[in-house]
């Protein structure tokens, strides 16, 4: 499950562009043992982002592993961001094996190395691509290096408290980005003061899962270039997409979105305000439906994609997927058995079923969403059918990581503050921030 934070600071996003400059590039594949080692043992060192009752299921999964394997002791160290991992890579810290929460790291970890380069033992081992579908083997590598395999997926659809839509006399969920922003003004309660109750939807970016990124696909808006460039300032489709969440900020004024938000519960709390029924309509990923059978188990709700634009309804169906994307740090003391403990996490259909099902991600191989064993309710299968549209799209891999997000979020700072007097104009200053900042992190 993502626990990246996509409304990062631009100061932020420049300077990782700022590290990736600094840190080389690697485009040769690591030497590997002509031939897999007969008996493999020794300790991996693995770091991965999960908390909690998620953690909990990558150490179940890790003990099965070790029962297959048991000269390999592996130790896990859970709630490790990206940050943090790359820091430690960077020093020299022998990680074994390291698990992103994003896909929008893939670009940094191949061209500085921090990532082992995988096609050594990929191509030693003869290890079947064509197990993992086209888009998940898209956000896997970068410039042709493929320096992480997928660990699970993350997709984005709509959530809908049905109570609340049966109450105002709706079965449906909204298909188009009008009809959604007509159903959250119905749905909205204002108390007496005029201050937000129960707000039908909450347009405010970076608030929860509202993220660019994850309204991008409703939209067809293209982020970058063939040549890594920005493409967000000649695509009309970025104006149609501010247009719109503008339109519904200023239904609520955001003085008081922002108070309402305030004043909800954290996003990965039992306090979540969809689970409360203080937000009738969200934007979430499949994990959701886990945490709100743990923590809300009589909310009736229903799942859907997410509306899409009122002149693109030809990409119904799709959404925004991203995932959780491994590798073997460059540092690792035992790269053998942490590749053998990345095969079994990624390519085991066993092992892949029993993490889908537990933390109710997306599994990333065709035999795991082909299994039986896969236990799909009707709000969970929104997501499976949404992985495999046409229409669904991810972010690109870029050399300076999510930098280009990063500055599209402080672009809807200053947007939805009202603080952006030429849009067109403004989002031409986007594509110069990215620009300058791909110059910087690639050279001359």
């Given at each position: 499950?993502?626990?990246?934070?996509?409304?990062?600071?631009?100061?932020?996003?420049?300077?990782?562009?700022?590290?990736?400059?600094?840190?080389?590039?690697?485009?040769?594949?690591?030497?590997?043992?002509?031939?897999?080692?007969?008996?493999?043992?020794?300790?991996?060192?693995?770091?991965?982002?999960?908390?909690?009752?998620?953690?909990?299921?990558?150490?179940?999964?890790?003990?099965?592993?070790?029962?297959?394997?048991?000269?390999?002791?592996?130790?896990?160290?859970?709630?490790?961001?990206?940050?943090?991992?790359?820091?430690?890579?960077?020093?020299?810290?022998?990680?074994?094996?390291?698990?992103?929460?994003?896909?929008?790291?893939?670009?940094?970890?191949?061209?500085?190395?921090?990532?082992?380069?995988?096609?050594?033992?990929?191509?030693?081992?003869?290890?079947?691509?064509?197990?993992?579908?086209?888009?998940?083997?898209?956000?896997?590598?970068?410039n042709g290096v493929r320096c992480t395999l997928p660990m699970l997926s993350d997709v984005y659809g709509l959530y809908y408290n049905k109570a609340m839509l049966s109450g105002a006399?709706?079965?449906?969920?909204?298909?188009?980005?009008?009809?959604?922003?007509?159903?959250?003004?119905?749905?909205?309660?204002?108390?007496?003061?005029?201050?937000?109750?129960?707000?039908?939807?909450?347009?405010?970016?970076?608030?929860?899962?509202?993220?660019?990124?994850?309204?991008?696909?409703?939209?067809?808006?293209?982020?970058?270039?063939?040549?890594?460039?920005?493409?967000?300032?000649?695509?009309?489709?970025?104006?149609?997409?501010?247009?719109?969440?503008?339109?519904?900020?200023?239904?609520?004024?955001?003085?008081?979105?922002?108070?309402?938000?305030?004043?909800?519960?954290?996003?990965?709390?039992?306090?979540?305000?969809?689970?409360?029924?203080?937000?009738?309509?969200?934007?979430?990923?499949?994990?959701?439906?886990?945490?709100?059978?743990?923590?809300?188990?009589?909310?009736?709700?229903?799942?859907?994609?997410?509306?899409?634009?009122?002149?693109?309804?030809?990409?119904?169906?799709?959404?925004?997927?991203?995932?959780?994307?491994?590798?073997?740090?460059?540092?690792?003391?035992?790269?053998?058995?942490?590749?053998?403990?990345?095969?079994?996490?990624?390519?085991?259909?066993?092992?892949?079923?029993?993490?889908?099902?537990?933390?109710?991600?997306?599994?990333?191989?065709?035999?795991?969403?082909?299994?039986?064993?896969?236990?799909?309710?009707?709000?969970?299968?929104?997501?499976?059918?949404?992985?495999?549209?046409?229409?669904?799209?991810?972010?690109?891999?870029?050399?300076?990581?999510?930098?280009?997000?990063?500055?599209?979020?402080?672009?809807?700072?200053?947007?939805?503050?009202?603080?952006?007097?030429?849009?067109?104009?403004?989002?031409?200053?986007?594509?110069?921030q990215i620009n300058d900042a791909l110059a910087l992190a690639t050279g001359p």
């Open positions: 499950m993502k626990r990246q934070r996509f409304f990062a600071t631009l100061g932020a996003g420049l300077a990782l562009a700022t590290v990736a400059a600094c840190s080389g590039s690697s485009t040769a594949a690591p030497s590997v043992p002509p031939s897999p080692t007969a008996k493999v043992t020794g300790t991996v060192e693995f770091w991965h982002f999960f908390t909690g009752r998620e953690e909990a299921a990558v150490k179940a999964a890790v003990a099965d592993f070790h029962a297959k394997y048991p000269d390999i002791t592996v130790n896990v160290r859970g709630g490790q961001d990206d940050e943090k991992m790359l820091k430690a890579i960077a020093a020299g810290q022998p990680i074994d094996l390291a698990l992103s929460s994003t896909t929008d790291r893939a670009g940094k970890f191949c061209q500085s190395g921090a990532f082992k380069d995988l096609k050594g033992y990929i191509d030693r081992d003869k290890l079947d691509l064509t197990q993992f579908p086209d888009a998940v083997l898209a956000y896997t590598q970068f006399g709706v079965t449906d969920a909204p298909k188009t980005t009008s009809d959604l922003t007509a159903l959250a003004k119905k749905l909205t309660v204002f108390n007496p003061d005029g201050s937000i109750k129960v707000a039908g939807f909450v347009p405010e970016m970076g608030w929860y899962e509202n993220a660019p990124a994850h309204f991008a696909p409703s939209f067809g808006s293209k982020w970058l270039n063939p040549d890594a460039t920005s493409a967000i300032g000649g695509d009309p489709s970025w104006q149609e997409m501010a247009k719109w969440q503008k339109d519904l900020v200023d239904f609520y004024g955001i003085d008081k979105l922002t108070k309402f938000t305030a004043g909800l519960g954290q996003e990965f709390s039992a306090d979540n305000a969809f689970e409360k029924g203080k937000v009738a309509m969200v934007i979430d990923g499949e994990y959701r439906s886990a945490f709100v059978k743990d923590e809300a188990p009589t909310l009736q709700y229903g799942t859907a994609p997410f509306p899409t634009g009122d002149s693109h309804t030809d990409l119904d169906g799709g959404g925004y997927i991203t995932g959780n994307i491994m590798g073997i740090g460059k540092g690792s003391a035992n790269p053998e058995a942490a590749w053998l403990l990345m095969r079994y996490l990624t390519t085991d259909t066993d092992a892949m079923v029993k993490l889908a099902n537990a933390i109710k991600n997306v599994p990333t191989t065709k035999a795991a969403l082909a299994s039986p064993n896969l236990e799909a309710d009707a709000n969970y299968k929104t997501f499976l059918d949404i992985f495999g549209n046409a229409h669904s799209s991810t972010t690109p891999a870029s050399p300076t990581g999510s930098q280009y997000q990063d500055a599209m979020a402080d672009f809807f700072t200053k947007w939805q503050g009202g603080k952006v007097s030429d849009l067109g104009a403004a989002l031409l200053d986007v594509d110069k």
